[in-house]
């Protein structure tokens, strides 16, 4: 079963960046839509941003123009690089597939506040 590690959050003003990592194991992540969730203090998982297996991409429209998704497939890593953060891009972030086909991690905290 392919495992994934989230790294890179961390405690950011408003306006900052962070770029977060997630990490699979394996070698089948190349083959996967792959996509970054938040999960706000209360409230459900939500998609925030896709990135298909030869790179095409799309966006929550909350994060459109400030986040954007990558993937290394030779290093089965996929990246957020996340900018002009607000204090609602606060929340725990994961990766999976867009059908949540692999065990979730632990996710990694983001929190945006002055």
């Known amino acids: 079963q392919v495992q994934l590690v989230e790294s890179g959050g961390g405690l950011v003003q408003p306006g900052g960046s962070l770029r977060l990592s997630c990490a699979a194991s394996g070698n089948i992540f190349r083959f996967y839509l792959m996509g970054w969730y938040r999960q706000a203090p209360g409230k459900e998982r939500e998609l925030v941003a896709r990135i298909r297996p030869g790179g095409g991409t799309s966006y929550a429209g909350s994060v459109k123009g400030r986040f954007t998704i990558s993937r290394d497939n030779a290093d089965n890593t996929v990246y957020l690089e996340m900018s002009s953060l607000k204090p609602d891009d606060t929340g725990v972030y994961y990766c999976?597939?867009?059908?949540?086909?692999?065990?979730w991690g632990q996710g990694t905290q983001v929190t945006v506040s002055s």
């Open positions: 999976n597939t867009i059908n949540g086909d692999f065990h």
